[in-house]
């Protein structure tokens, strides 16, 4: 399970990165050619991004930063080797994703592709995420490292379920069962509860039998 968990984060911060990319140099499709999310996606909602240009920068740029340095934080080794770098970048994540995670709601309450369902699934994963970090934040505080660490992964697998969507709106929308903008918001949705589900798993897996002060 180990391996299956390893892939499949590398695999989702490379799709998290190349979005990230891709929104910064709007890379498009040639015209005619109907990638997902659709064609209005890239019509329609690419430029409304425009209306908020601090909300969108923000959140990309943090969107990617998030994801370098959780891989970089959750090394055992660098965390064995270099406690102080994980502290030092520990609190860099916590300001990057606080922001990340606000901009991303804020942009979901906006201008959201998949209308008023997606403002609702935003605000939950929105609200989950922050509440995680913040979590986080306030057992490592007190020198609770394993349930730092429990609210830590679930706060990244929050930010990986993001790149999740753009994963399975990608294997779904050749099939063409609902409208895109209803497919981009049921993807969130479902990417963030596997991704979520997965990580309790690995928790529950990995959980240290005796754990102080919980
Ligand atoms: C983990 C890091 C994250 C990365 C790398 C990331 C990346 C991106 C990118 C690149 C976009 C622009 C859309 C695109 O071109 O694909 C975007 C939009 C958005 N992100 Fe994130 N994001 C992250 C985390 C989050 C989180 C935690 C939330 C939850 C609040 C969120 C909510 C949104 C929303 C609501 C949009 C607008 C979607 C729409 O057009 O309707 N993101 N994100």
Not at 164 to 193: E, H, K, M
């Amino acid at each position: 399970m180990k391996k299956f968990i390893q892939i499949s984060v590398g695999f989702l911060s490379v799709v998290g990165i190349v979005a990230v990319l891709v929104h910064l140099f709007q890379v498009t499709p040639p015209k005619g050619m109907a990638i997902p999310p659709g064609p209005e996606w890239f019509s329609e909602q690419l430029p409304r991004y425009k209306e908020h240009p601090i909300l969108e920068h923000v959140h990309i740029l943090l969107g990617g930063f998030f994801i370098l340095a959780a891989l970089v934080q959750f090394q055992p080794s660098v965390r064995a080797r270099y406690i102080r770098i994980h502290r030092i970048l520990g609190r860099l994540v916590v300001i990057a994703a606080l922001l990340m995670g606000a901009s991303g709601f804020m942009l979901g309450m906006l201008i959201p592709f998949g209308g008023f369902p997606e403002r609702i699934v935003v605000a939950a994963g929105a609200g989950l995420f922050l509440y995680s970090l913040l979590r986080a934040f306030y057992h490592v505080r007190r020198k609770q490292i394993p349930q730092h660490r429990e609210w830590m992964m679930r706060c990244f697998s929050i930010g990986l379920g993001v790149a999740g969507n753009r994963v399975l709106d990608g294997l779904l929308y050749p099939l063409q069962l609902v409208p895109d903008r209803d497919l981009f918001w049921i993807t969130l949705l479902l990417a963030w509860v596997i991704c979520l589900s997965a990580t309790e798993v690995w928790i529950r897996k990995t959980r240290p039998q005796f754990r102080p002060g919980f």
